[in-house]
């Protein structure tokens, strides 16, 4: 009985359509292209880790399921796959970390690299891999189903409920159902609150602000695929103003932001920044919708 070898699958829209939604993987031209050699090595038994681009239709920027090779087309273009399992989700930045702390090895930098598809990786690698989404909290699944652009959607309509002035600065970015951001906020521009024209720059670049009377109330970051290390980077440049800081991402992302905010520079404000899941937003969401209309029509303004 031959043994089972594991590669290192990464996915973008239609490679994760088909995966997702027909159980298959395909490469027509893997022979044309050296750096895809090592499809032509997969056999049925063997086990592809799928890693899901930015551009996936689900699990975006995610080490997520491993598929098991049921059968191999003549030529090896297509594989008919099974899931094997589903893991916690490692993302993009934590691979990357994995990869400099030198805890994975320089194979998985693969993930997120432009023209990658497929690589054969050791057992060993394969273990860590498993070993560390075992260690890694799980999210829920209202968390798991939103992107980014989901998460500024909800921010900027719930800041609108509220009575804010809401301002993002992915103007041109879309939600799944298509709204574009630049049309749900009240300010396409952010107000000259400040005579500093640096402040004003690094404001411009923060996802969501809430603004009462011309000025930013609350600030929000959120850190969807990215390390929150940057988001409250660039919350603190803004430290200066009378403003809540807020950095919005999964429940699995708690524990690296405690650990952050120990560290210099953030630990000089650790008090004003504030933690919430994207559960905790919906949720405040979601009673928003209810108790707006009901305390109009009660007649309270």
């Avoid at 049925?44 to 920027?61: E, M, P, V």
Wanted: positive net charge.
């Amino acid at each position: 009985m031959q043994k089972s070898d594991v590669f290192l699958v990464q996915v973008s829209k239609p490679g994760s359509t088909n995966i997702l939604n027909n159980g298959r993987y395909r490469n027509v031209s893997w022979q044309s292209k050296p750096r895809d050699l090592d499809h032509g090595k997969v056999k049925a038994g063997d086990l592809l880790l799928i890693y899901f681009a930015s551009g996936s239709i689900n699990f975006k920027r995610q080490l997520r399921r491993i598929y098991r090779v049921t059968d191999v087309s003549k030529g090896n273009e297509e594989f008919e796959l099974k899931l094997e399992r589903e893991i916690n989700p490692l993302t993009y930045a934590q691979i990357r970390k994995y990869v400099t702390d030198g805890i994975l090895s320089k194979d998985m930098k693969n993930c997120g690299q432009y023209g990658f598809n497929i690589r054969r990786i050791s057992k060993e690698e394969y273990e860590k891999v498993l070993q560390l989404a075992k260690e890694t909290p799980p999210i829920s699944k209202e968390e798991d189903q939103l992107a980014h652009e989901e998460v500024e959607g909800f921010l900027l309509h719930l800041g609108n409920l509220l009575g804010f002035d809401t301002y993002t600065t992915d103007k041109s970015s879309k939600t799944k159902i298509g709204e574009e951001l630049g049309n749900l906020c009240t300010l396409r521009e952010i107000p000259a609150f400040t005579g500093f024209p640096e402040t004003l720059d690094t404001a411009r670049q923060i996802d969501v602000i809430w603004f009462k009377d011309r000025y930013p109330k609350y600030c929000f970051e959120v850190e969807h695929t990215t390390d929150v290390t940057k988001g409250l980077l660039r919350l603190y440049q803004v430290k200066e103003l009378n403003a809540s800081l807020f950095i919005v991402a999964s429940s699995s992302k708690r524990s690296k932001f405690d650990l952050e905010i120990r560290k210099e520079p953030f630990n000089k404000i650790k008090e004003r920044y504030i933690f919430r899941t994207y559960t905790e937003l919906l949720e405040l969401y979601n009673c928003a919708q209810k108790f707006i209309p009901m305390k109009a029509s009660f007649g309270i303004q």
